[in-house]
């Protein structure tokens, strides 16, 4: 090799050096970044259970959460790199990233004046953060759409073909493998170690999302379609939550030059007005995560994360000592810090005795798989759609692992509530919504069923250790029906929530240590159970 050859070889290894560590600077830059952005995360939760969801952030993200005045919203700060397991979290509906909190926010005397601030406040806030999260969200949601896809064409060649032949099947694992990332992600709870790969797909997200930005922008740039949303709470306001929302907007749309779209939008901007607290968010998911599990609705379908709550009270007097609480004492205590200390057996028996679409129990199985849950009703078209919600959360537990698996610990039963097919004593927790009357019963029937069912599952339930979280609406009739059973059950906790605007309470019940008397057997009768 010549002088000149090897002097030109050198330059050559010296330039492809420099070039690759500029590239390294390069792609470091937004990683490094992102693992070190700390923003605020708001939440809507089911009202009366926000201390359930702050204890579950507390317990599964290692975040402080505050309790906004606002009932129904939580707030937690996280590093990006947290950002899929916020996705996770069970007790939460919505989630949106927070821009800026006005504490104590003045407000002008006239409508004319505030509308003016509002406009003016668009251009003042620190936008840059809260729109960095936004995209590496969204990036998040397509890759779990795209994977979603990707995974439910395997799932169905592989569980319509059966075995097939080996090459297929070699197939259907490469294809799972090269999706093994983002089903981490979603199942990070599953495996925690692998932190450090969703800190590195942020990075990526970072990255790839700014060189499609910069290659679209010379191209042929998009314009992002927005929608101002505002929740206004309070009475001395001057102002419509309309007007807020109009003004607001159009401050932001000059300001960004983005276009206002109310429906096909991909950016939601929200203004929570609470008195004088006003707090500005953008939206990070796109419909309620209470939705995760049903796929068959009926008239009276309980949300997903009320259910969760519900369970959740329960596990709180799974302890050794179930009568060291009185009911004055159980006021300040954290619903979810005993959970997370005495956490459920294995062996407990969970039974929903008016499961309706099955919520309750679907979402018991899915968050306390070692427990074992039986969704019960009388009506066959109730049993029908939980059987179908959960053979929908079969199919999608089979889909996401690639492979064919009969372990989700659920029954669905038609039975009377009345008349249970359940040994005495055999249950260890009761979990389940009453009909309020509404649109399900009605109040005069109501005040048949209720002393019947309090006393089937006072039969069924373990005497001593047994538990039931009660939902319903009709307060009056369900007082005077625990008013008779002070013998079998004790009341130790009351939640108060709002459903669809209906004021409703969740009842948490003790089983006295006291045995079931069947009224058959103060007769002199036997009964079979």
């Not at 709470?233 to 007007?243: L, P, R, T, W």
């Not at 005077?480 to 009842?507: D, E, P, Q």
Request: glycine fraction near 6%.
């Amino acid at each position: 090799m010549s002088d000149v050859q090897e002097a030109t070889k050198q330059l050559l290894d010296v330039n492809l050096h420099e070039n690759w560590r500029a590239i390294q600077v390069t792609e470091s830059g937004p990683r490094s970044e992102s693992e070190h952005l700390q923003v605020t995360i708001g939440a809507t939760v089911p009202t009366g259970f926000e201390q359930t969801a702050a204890d579950e952030v507390r317990e599964k993200l290692g975040s402080s959460c505050k309790i906004s005045k606002d009932r129904g919203k939580i707030y937690f700060d996280i590093s990006v790199e947290s950002l899929a397991q916020v996705h996770c979290l069970r007790s939460v509906d919505n989630l949106f990233v927070v821009v800026k909190e006005f504490k104590d926010y003045q407000f002008k005397e006239t409508k004319e004046e505030v509308l003016k601030d509002f406009e003016e406040l668009a251009g003042k806030l620190p936008w840059s953060d809260p729109l960095k999260v936004w995209k590496i969200n969204t990036s998040f949601k397509k890759k779990k759409t795209k994977r979603k896809k990707i995974n439910q064409n395997s799932g169905r060649e592989k569980i319509d073909n059966g075995q097939g032949d080996k090459t297929d099947e070699k197939e259907d694992k490469k294809g799972f493998t090269n999706n093994t990332l983002d089903s981490h992600i979603l199942d990070y709870y599953e495996n925690p170690a692998i932190k450090e790969e969703i800190s590195t797909l942020v990075g990526d997200d970072l990255a790839s999302s700014k060189d499609e930005k910069d290659e679209k922008e010379e191209t042929h740039p998009k314009v992002l379609k927005f929608r101002v949303t505002c929740n206004r709470a309070g009475e001395k306001h001057c102002f419509s939550s309309n007007e807020a929302a109009r003004d607001f907007g159009g401050a932001v749309q000059d300001y960004f030059k983005w276009k206002a779209d109310m429906t096909n939008f991909d950016v939601e901007v929200l203004l929570n007005i609470h008195d004088n607290e006003i707090v500005v968010g953008i939206a990070l998911t796109e419909e309620s995560l209470h939705r995760r599990n049903i796929t068959h609705f009926g008239p009276t379908t309980l949300r997903s994360t009320l259910a969760y709550g519900m369970l959740s009270l329960c596990f709180l007097f799974h302890s050794t000592h179930p009568w060291s609480y009185s009911s004055a004492q159980l006021e300040p205590i954290h619903t979810m810090t005993a959970l997370w200390l005495c956490a459920p057996q294995p062996t407990d028996i969970i039974v929903d005795p008016m499961c309706g679409t099955g919520a309750i129990p679907i979402e018991g199985a899915t968050e306390w798989s070692n427990c074992y849950h039986i969704a019960g009703d009388n009506n066959p078209l109730a049993v029908n759609r939980a059987a179908n919600n959960i053979s929908s959360l079969l199919t999608k537990s089979q889909i996401k692992e690639g492979k064919v698996s009969w372990s989700l610990p659920i029954d669905a039963v038609q039975w009377d509530i009345c008349n249970l097919p359940l040994r005495t004593g055999s249950v260890d927790i009761i979990v389940t919504d009453m009909p309020f009357g509404k649109r399900m019963g009605s109040k005069k029937r109501n005040w048949n069923l209720y002393p019947a069912c309090l006393r089937e599952i006072s039969r069924v339930c373990k005497p001593g250790t047994g538990r039931a979280a009660l939902l319903t609406q009709d307060k009056k009739c369900f007082t005077k029906a625990l008013s008779g059973m002070g013998h079998v059950w004790r009341k130790v906790h009351t939640v108060w929530v709002n459903i669809g605007g209906l004021h409703a309470a969740v009842y948490l019940l003790k089983r006295t240590p006291q045995a079931f008397v069947h009224p058959s057997e103060q007769d002199g009768e036997r009964t079979p159970w």
